[in-house]
């Protein structure tokens, strides 16, 4: 396979002959017209002057016709032009030299005198023509390939200059790997279109880079998040193991155990969903339904638990509101804001639900007067994993990835979420669908 420096070259080259080749043509072309029009003008100007002189000689010869045509035959042929003078169809006088032939140029005129009718025709051969246009041809012919080899090693130099830079860039990017992502390459007065390459492949490696620290964040983060349920599931199992005990004993170990196995089942299936959205492999499944009603049943659903923390529930979920989406993903939207929302909100507080219809779209309102969050943890809150403050501890928290997954069945939804919250007040997160 060429490089493509050669075929560049190849390109250059060939674009380069046509355009030296239609050029030779056109200026063959036209040299060759005007060498035939300059022929023409003076085999015209030649029959003008013996139209001139014919009439003035026959007159001088008092009317011997044949004489006067002799006389001019003879002024004109110092030219070396084939001259004749006819009356009709019979000659008067004529040049030594051959007649005219099918590639020869004539230039005739008609001379009226004495009554009579005088056809004067002056002609040349196109040998000078031709020997002028060879001329032209052999140096065609010579100066092509000089040119063209010219032209290639032309081309050549210009596309190994114009590659150079790829190349620094090749070389540059084979020296990044995943430890130095934070590397940018370099192109010192770039060109225009390398400049935007260079400027794509930089935002590229910084993309790259965020993807890479988000996976190692994340991978850390799950490690921690599993090794805390996993320590605990053996660290009782080895207590329980470690001699005789009553059932009730073993009983409670195994609550235990229960317990965290549960908690260590709802981690790996957020992981599992989390990472199937990634991949793009989760599919909706829409329908209508009321939102509303999903609201009040959500609303319901963890009456039990705000009940038990010491909250007040407001659900506002307003008349019938007919909404298409997958109905299971919007519902553990919902779930995880109130969940977060009576998780983060002390005894005596109290929570809202609210849903309300806009032009073109409806907006789900989730409010509570609980712990808040600082102003620089706000935007970090749909990150996964992540715990604002020492108050989300996983003790009073979930894993941090609740929030992540309203944000992903939003977006899935063609809507967002937003948060916000003053530390100490509460928190209000927004989630604006599109209908």
Not at 73 to 96: C, N, T
Not at 115 to 143: C, K, P, Q
Not at 175 to 190: F, G, K, P, V
Request: with cysteine.
């Amino acid at each position: 396979m060429s490089s493509f420096r050669a075929r560049l070259t190849a390109l250059y080259l060939a674009f380069f002959s046509l355009l030296f080749v239609v050029f030779s043509i056109f200026l063959y072309g036209e040299l060759s017209r005007s060498l035939v029009a300059r022929l023409d003008a003076t085999l015209a100007s030649e029959a003008d002057t013996a139209a001139v002189l014919f009439p003035d000689e026959l007159h001088e010869m008092n009317g011997d016709e044949v004489a006067a045509a002799r006389e001019v035959v003879s002024e004109l042929k110092v030219h070396g032009d084939f001259v004749a003078i006819r009356e009709g169809s019979r000659v008067l006088a004529a040049s030594p030299l051959a007649p005219p032939g099918p590639r020869d140029r004539i230039a005739t005129r008609t001379v009226e005198s004495g009554g009579r009718t005088y056809h004067i025709e002056v002609s040349t051969s196109l040998d000078s023509v031709d020997s002028e246009l060879a001329v032209v041809r052999r140096a065609i012919f010579i100066a092509l390939p000089l040119i063209l080899a010219l032209a290639g090693v032309g081309g050549y130099w210009l596309a190994t200059r114009s590659l150079r830079p790829l190349g620094w860039m090749a070389e540059q990017a084979r020296s990044i790997t995943e430890t130095n992502l934070e590397t940018r390459i370099q192109i010192d007065n770039a060109a225009e279109e390398l400049a935007v390459l260079v400027t794509s492949f930089n935002e590229l490696l910084s993309r790259l880079d965020q993807s890479f620290d988000t996976m190692r964040r994340f991978v850390a983060d799950a490690s921690h998040e599993l090794r805390t349920p996993i320590s605990v599931i053996r660290g009782e199992a080895d207590v329980a193991l470690s001699q005789e005990r009553s059932a009730a004993e073993y009983r409670e170990s195994l609550g235990v155990v229960l317990d965290e196995a549960r908690r260590l089942s709802r981690l790996v299936d957020d992981l599992l969903n989390l990472a199937r959205a990634d991949a793009g492999h989760v599919r909706l499944q829409t329908h209508d339904f009321y939102l509303n009603e999903l609201l009040a049943e959500c609303c319901r659903s963890v009456q039990g638990l705000a009940n038990t923390r010491g909250l007040a529930l407001e659900c506002c979920a307003g008349s019938d509101l007919q909404f298409t989406g997958d109905e299971q993903l919007l519902r553990r939207l919902v779930i995880n804001l109130l969940d977060n929302a009576i998780r983060y909100t002390p005894s005596g507080g109290k929570v809202r639900a609210e849903l309300q219809p806009a032009n073109g779209s409806v907006s789900l309102r989730v409010s509570d007067t609980g712990i808040g969050i600082a102003p620089e943890d706000a935007a970090r809150v749909f990150e996964r994993f992540y715990r604002a403050g020492e108050d989300r501890s996983r003790q009073n928290g979930g894993f941090g990835l609740g929030l992540a997954i309203v944000r992903w069945i939003a977006e899935s939804h063609r809507g967002t979420v937003d948060c916000t919250s003053r530390l100490g007040k509460g928190s209000t997160f927004t989630v604006t669908l599109p209908q």
